[in-house]
């Protein structure tokens, strides 16, 4: 590919990052009809939310499970395939988990702080499964050095 290919297509990958990361916080902080709750909530018990759903599904809430869990991973996964595209430190499998783990718990922590959802270990468990196999899809399709994951 000739280098005005790769600025061409660079810009629209940020075009791109940059309005999914927009409708993302959008949906983290407005969407789904949020509104400020008067206590805060949150979940600091690995796995609580996850088997909750799991082991309380019925014909009246698949829907909800199905949102919540594969929804936690599936709209994460392009983070993964973006941020090393778009951050040469980012290529890095451990640099990569460390920082968008630590980006994924601030910004739980400020639905927590700010009351407009729950803070849950389970979130950040579930987007970084979803981010990670994004990562995986980059290496795999997306790089010459696949052979170096870690």
């Keep these: ?3 005005n290919n790769h600025k ?3 810009v629209f990958v940020w075009m791109f990052f940059t309005g999914y990361s927009a409708c993302l916080l959008y949906w983290m902080f407005r969407g789904f009809g949020r ?3 008067a206590e805060i909530r949150y979940n600091l018990v690995p796995f609580n939310t ?4 799991m082991f309380n599904v019925n014909q009246h809430n698949i829907g909800t499970t199905i949102i919540n869990l594969a929804g936690n991973v599936g709209v994460f996964l392009p983070f993964g395939l973006l941020l090393p595209y778009l951050f040469k430190k980012l290529t890095r499998y451990s640099v990569f988990f ?5 980006s994924i718990i601030i910004l739980e922590i400020m639905q927590t702080v700010l009351k407009v959802g729950t ?3 389970d979130d ?3 987007n970084v499964i979803g981010a990670s196999a994004g990562y995986v899809v980059y290496r795999i399709f997306l790089t010459e050095k696949s052979s170096h994951f870690m």
């Design 50 to 53: 996850i088997f909750s759903y």
């Design 1 to 3: 590919m000739n280098r």
């Design 98 to 102: 460390v920082w968008f783990t630590g």
């Design 8 to 10: 061409i297509i660079k």
């Design 119 to 121: 803070g849950d270990i």
């Design 124 to 126: 950040v468990i579930l």
């Design 35 to 37: 509104t400020a709750h």
